[in-house]
């Protein structure tokens, strides 16, 4: 099993084994060379690392996912948070919570095989290739959702963000994080979910 499929599958690897393999990852795709930042996500440690190569240059701690956790295999409504590799595709700095930093969720792997397992049509996975090509957002209408990202509580109880997982799939931080984190952020950015 490769690193990506094992990701995507949610077997446990160690935080530390993870960076490393990360980072062999990007070297060989060229997805995040060292010298730029990305941003992890562990899911099970609740953290959200901006990075640079394998160092963390700033760490959020006690991050929500979705309710009902995370998940390789993700389709709409399931409440759960992604797992894999993603970009950046849009920020938004005026939300509901806040700052929304998009992600481009569903990515081509998630459709890909959501179209060879027969949970999306030919014309859902046509439209999702479609806007990878012409570098827009995703659609969420499809079997696989959408409007995955990255935000702030906005109005929320920041008491139930402390206690509880409490999205619909997204990443929360509290406004304050997230104001924070936006000055890391860039478009296309890498974001590695596990």
């Known amino acids: ?23 062999i990852c990007f070297s060989w795709s060229g997805a995040a060379p060292a010298d ?16 640079q190569g394998e160092k963390p240059l700033r760490e959020f701690h006690n991050v929500s ?26 920020i938004k700095n005026d939300s509901v919570y806040h700052r929304f930093i998009g992600l481009n969720y569903p990515d081509l792997d998630y459709a890909r095989r959501a179209l060879e397992d027969g949970l999306i049509s030919p014309a859902d996975y046509a439209a999702i290739l479609a806007a990878h090509e012409q570098g827009r957002e995703p659609p969420a209408n499809t079997p696989l959702g959408g409007f995955i990202g990255i935000h702030g509580i906005g109005d929320g109880d920041p008491r139930i963000h402390e206690e509880y997982n409490w999205t619909e799939g997204c990443v929360a931080l509290s ?20």
Do not use: C, Y
């Open 1 to 23: 099993m490769n690193f990506r499929n094992a990701l995507l599958l949610g077997v446990p690897v160690s935080r530390a084994v993870f960076k490393v393999l990360a980072a």
């Open 36 to 51: 730029e930042t990305w941003i992890l996500i562990d899911t099970n440690e609740r953290t959200l690392s901006v990075m």
């Open 65 to 90: 996912i979705g309710r009902n956790g995370s998940t390789g295999q993700k389709i709409s409504q399931d409440k759960k948070t992604p797992l894999g590799a993603f970009r950046v595709s849009r």
């Open 175 to 194: 406004n304050e994080e997230v104001d924070d984190l936006a000055g890391w952020i860039r478009l296309n950015m890498v974001v590695l979910i596990l």
